[in-house]
Structures are given as C-alpha cells and as structure tokens.
C-alpha cells in the first residue's frame, strides 16, 4: 500500500492506494495552504490517517506530485514524518514512460504527466483529457501515446468569481445546475451560463481537435468541477475523479520496479 499526494494550487489531494491492485483505501483533501508550516500539515495529515483509521505507517512508499513550488519541500517533509519513508518526488530523474513532444518538456506540470500516464493505461488512444478546476486544461494524447500539448483555460468557477468581481449587479452564485436551458432570472442564467457554456465549450474543443488528428479518441474528464459539467456535454466521455492518483501509482511502481532490476543487476555482477 501506497500514499499518493498531488498538491494542486486549490487543494491538496491524497489517496491511500494498494500498490498492486490499484484499490483506492480512501481519498481526503485539505486547502493548499502555503502559510502552513511541515509541522501543520503533518498534524493534519496524521489526523486524516486517523479519520480514515489507517496507520500511516503501514506505507510501503509515498509519492507526490506539485505544481506549487513553495509548498513542495513542506509536503515531502509533512509525509515522511509520518509515515517514515522516502517520498518519490515527480519531476527530473523520475520515470514515466510518457514521450513529451511539447517545446519544452520541463514545462509539463508533474499533474498532468500522471493524468496522462493514468489515461493511456485505461483509455484507447488518442485520448484527450481535460482537467476542470482552477484553470481548465486540455491534454492531447496521439495514437502513439506522445504528449503532443493541448489548451489552459479559466475553469468555470473562476470565470464566474471574475463576473461577479467586475459586474455590480451580478451576485456571487452557488455552482449547480440551473432548472433549465434558457434562464429566466438573474441567478439562474449565471448557473446556466455556468454548466452550458462550459459544456457547450469542452463539446467544440473535442470537435476541433478530433478533426485536426483526423480520427475519434477517447476523452477523459478529471477535476473538482468536471462532475457538474461531464453530464450536460453532448460528447460522450468518461468521468473519473481519481485520474491523478491512478497515474501516481503506476509511476511509482515504474520507478521501484526499475530500482529493483537495477539492484538484482549489481549483485548479479
């Protein structure tokens, strides 16, 4: 059994997963907090383990993937207080099987490459991923498996927070679907525009991009918000809360797995 942790700039996300069959124990998250100290977010992951009883140090391993550069060193230091191990950080000297073809490959937030190595072990290739949260992100994976790029865009509640931020007479609105397509109050129209437009959106992405690969690919949805949305698009595609996770686990197992040859290589020798 393994922790995998994914600090994202919202929140934190960490999911107790057996190494070998995939089963997820449980999942918890906690805000990203970059005031918080390694002794806070030691206290408060012990107290998750607690919730979920579960004692952290049954662990085999950790790994974490960041794309909050402050809060890293923190986390690492949080888990393996806690759990007494090495923590695998994703990043340089990490192996993950994915062939990145953007510019430049140290671009590609340590997120994503797990999504991605997530989406081609369970999806037919191509297959483009999208990401709903802070931002929204589109992944793009050909019918090779490289990382060919893809889109960032402002994920749906910000877009709605900057609405009411900069127009006076639109209220800050619960995000949720609206009664119906076309609104007839104030609120209602907001959470229309919410789920529709976004839906409406992800629809034509998909669209664009299958006509530019020339050919139909699977499409996966992730995201603290992809689950209000994933229902209302036209497209079909396939939900899955968990896709980081999964993704952490299969690098992890790559990486000890790779150790291990090398260890059985040198006292062969």
Do not use: W
Not at 121 to 139: E, H, N, Q
Not at 209 to 220: C, D, F, P, Y
Not at 245 to 252: F, P, T
Request: with cysteine.
């Amino acid at each position: 059994m393994i922790l995998a942790v994914d600090v994202s700039n919202t929140c934190t996300t960490l999911g107790c997963v057996e190494r070998h069959s995939g089963e997820i124990r449980f999942t918890a998250q906690l805000a990203s907090d970059r005031r918080r100290t390694a002794d806070e977010y030691a206290i408060l992951l012990h107290n998750l383990f607690v919730l979920h009883q579960t004692d952290p140090h049954e662990m085999e391993g950790c790994i974490l993937s960041s794309v909050v550069p402050s809060l890293t060193p923190l986390v690492r230091q949080a888990l393996e207080r806690i759990t007494g191990k090495k923590v695998m950080v994703v990043g340089a000297g990490v192996k993950t099987g994915l062939n990145i073809l953007i510019d430049n490959p140290a671009q590609l937030g340590s997120d994503m490459v797990a999504m991605a190595v997530a989406a081609l072990a369970l999806y037919p290739k191509p297959v483009l991923i999208f990401d709903l949260s802070t931002a929204t992100t589109l992944s793009v994976l050909d019918a090779k498996g490289g990382y060919l790029g893809g889109m960032i865009m402002p994920g749906p509640s910000l877009g709605m927070e900057a609405l009411s931020q900069s127009a006076a007479q639109l209220p800050h609105i619960s995000f949720e679907p609206p009664r119906r397509l076309i609104a007839t109050n104030t609120v209602e129209c907001m959470k229309s525009g919410y789920i529709y437009g976004t839906a409406a959106m992800l629809d034509g992405v998909i669209a664009r991009i299958e006509e530019k690969l020339g050919e139909k690919a699977s499409v996966v949805a992730t995201g603290s918000q992809a689950s209000d949305i994933v229902r209302f698009c036209k497209r079909k595609m396939v939900f899955e809360p968990n896709l980081r996770l999964i993704g952490l686990r299969l690098i992890y197992n790559r990486n000890t797995e790779a150790e291990n040859r090398d260890k059985n290589k040198i006292e062969r020798a």
